[in-house]
């Protein structure tokens, strides 16, 4: 009654102002999606719209700034959870390589033309930095919908990417403690150690009490959810007290939950509160931009974009080409690095809290963001074309013979949502006929014994649609569904559909009028388990004729089938009822 009560004294302007945000946000963003553009770009833009230089709805910056924060931390929260240390070892030492190299270049000559442009050192420290770094979520998007994540190319970057979101934790962690007006070498070495201790104490707590716990969290999707988001927050605060920034905090909390089965499913349950708060966060990052001097500020945005989107894939192409890959794998693997990140301007906004930068400052880098992703993404999609008209003057960055080798193929030809009564019955049947499959489920007690019995499994909820669209299906010969909820196996089927029409898609289901639902979504067989029973039994008895001897051989088999299932605690749903 009391919430309710002070409810009612919520000054209305401040949710209109919210409400014509957004709304003048969604506008926006139909407007580039019909461009396919990334929406980050249309968020930077409803921004300048709703700022003081034209319509100036936002007037409540306080609360807006708090919501730009709470988008940041669940941003770099998420970030955390796929920057496991054995992801990165996995990518090898080109990743490595390139991720460094990329950055140390690029900020070392980017530091330059700023100093040329007439910057400040430190001005021109923090540009070239954020000039160095590439967004990981819009190439991992981009490579996606191309359906070439299991690409060479796209293995190499997202491994340098990840070097580089690395790299960008140090800094984050850095920055703040370097510039502290009583910073000394005995001032920073303290902060560095304590630094270090507080991420070691996070990540033994993790290890010793999350990960045991994870089977427990993971039995209810909510908990899942609402714990995850408190350890991301509390985390974030802790390191906010002890003196670092709260960027780094939320990165090092996600970082610390990377190697629990559960972090898929986490990062799937906080994506669409992460994406409403840092519309939020580049909204405010549009409205702050300074249109004052805007003439002034368009050539050495322009020079710098320049140098974005020729010079970095340059970088690129020269260190894989010192590594023996082809000219078309460095092409399309240096284009991964054509634009500016979130990290970047995260970046930036770091140092105009800490007064390194002005407003003109963060204009100059927010307009090369807008103008190197707009390019980019182009050149990322129309990538092959691109090649073919550069591709005579590409063969400087190759050696006369390339090392590269043949890239073998790792992607699951079958798919099994559900390893329950059904799913293990196709599970034994894949294994009999030697097919590689993978088996998604989001019970972690059956999880822990396919795992423990050598079985490729992921943990994730099949009715998320967002996990669902990140699994790469390209190469899918066959997906079966054993889950016998028609809004779930509808969903599954039109998200593999959309981008694998040749997969053979079989699902559950239990009523005619379901069954037929799912044809319609180019489900190629809908098993109804009851229906099947009969008609296999009616098919048997073809089989069997008059012969008892036979029948008796069957009854032995099934005899040692129910004992199985027994043993696995497989029996039909209406029993458990009584």
Request: proline content about 3%.
């Amino acid at each position: 009654m009391d919430f309710l009560i002070a409810s009612s004294f919520i000054e209305p302007s401040l949710f209109l102002e919210l409400a014509l945000v957004i709304a003048i946000g969604a506008v926006v963003a139909i407007v580039m999606r019909m461009l396919k553009q990334p929406l980050i770009v249309s968020h930077i833009i409803t921004g300048l719209i709703v700022g003081p230089f034209f319509l100036n709805f936002i007037h409540s910056t306080e609360i807006f700034k708090l919501f730009s924060e709470i988008g940041i931390a669940i941003l770099l929260f998420t970030v955390g959870l796929n920057l496991s240390p054995s992801l990165i070892r996995q990518f090898g030492k080109i990743s490595l390589v390139t991720g460094i190299g990329q950055v140390v270049f690029t900020a070392g000559i980017g530091y330059f033309i700023c100093r040329a442009l007439g910057y400040a050192p430190l001005v021109s420290g923090y540009v070239s930095v954020a000039l160095a770094f590439s967004s990981t979520i819009i190439i991992l998007k981009l490579l996606s919908d191309k359906n070439e994540l299991e690409s060479l190319h796209a293995k190499i970057a997202t491994g340098f990417l990840l070097v580089q979101d690395f790299i960008a934790l140090i800094l984050m962690f850095a920055i703040p403690v370097l510039s502290a007006p009583d910073a000394s070498w005995l001032t920073v070495g303290e902060m560095f150690l304590r630094g270090g201790l507080l991420t070691f104490v996070v990540w033994l707590f993790a290890q010793k009490v999350l990960r045991p716990l994870n089977n427990f969290l993971a039995t209810s999707q909510e908990l899942l959810f609402l714990f995850s988001l408190a350890w991301g927050f509390i985390i974030a605060a802790i390191f906010k007290v002890a003196g670092f920034s709260l960027e780094t905090g939320a990165l090092i909390a996600g970082v610390s939950l990377a190697a629990l089965p559960a972090r898929y499913e986490i990062s799937g349950r906080l994506a669409p509160l992460r994406d409403f708060f840092i519309v939020i966060f580049f909204i405010m990052l549009g409205a702050q931009m300074a249109l004052g001097g805007f003439i002034d500020i368009i050539p050495k945005a322009l020079l710098l974009s320049a140098f974005v989107l020729i010079g970095n894939p340059i970088i690129v192409m020269i260190i894989m080409g010192i590594f023996g890959y082809r000219k078309k794998t460095a092409f399309k693997t240096g284009l991964a690095v054509a634009q500016i990140s979130e990290f970047s301007l995260i970046l930036i906004t770091l140092g105009l809290n800490l007064s390194h930068l002005n407003i003109d400052v963060i204009t100059t880098v927010t307009l090369v963001g807008l103008i190197t992703i707009f390019i980019s993404t182009y050149m990322i999609l129309h990538a092959d074309n691109l090649y073919m008209l550069l591709e005579d003057w590409l063969g400087i960055f190759e050696r006369k013979k390339p090392t590269e080798k043949r890239q073998k193929d790792e992607l699951f030809p079958v798919l099994l949502f559900g390893c329950n009564r059904i799913g293990y019955d196709f599970m034994q049947t894949f294994k009999k006929n030697r097919r590689r499959f993978l088996v998604i489920d989001y019970n972690p007690e059956t999880i822990e014994d396919l795992e423990m019995n050598g079985v490729h499994v992921e943990f994730g909820d099949a009715g998320d649609i967002g996990f669902v669209e990140a699994i790469d299906v390209s190469k899918l010969e066959l997906a079966v569904s054993t889950i016998p909820i028609l809004e779930i196996n509808r969903m599954i089927a039109e998200t593999i559909r959309k981008k694998n029409k040749k997969a053979i898609l079989m699902m559950v289901a239990h009523s005619i009028k379901d069954a037929l639902d799912l044809y319609e979504c180019e489900v190629d067989y809908v098993i109804l388990p009851h229906f099947l029973g009969g008609q296999y039994a009616a098919d048997m008895l073809i089989k069997m004729g008059g012969s008892r001897r036979k029948f008796a051989t069957l009854r032995n088999k099934h005899l040692d089938y129910l004992a199985s299932k027994a043993t696995l605690g497989h029996d039909h749903p209406d029993t458990k009822k009584n």
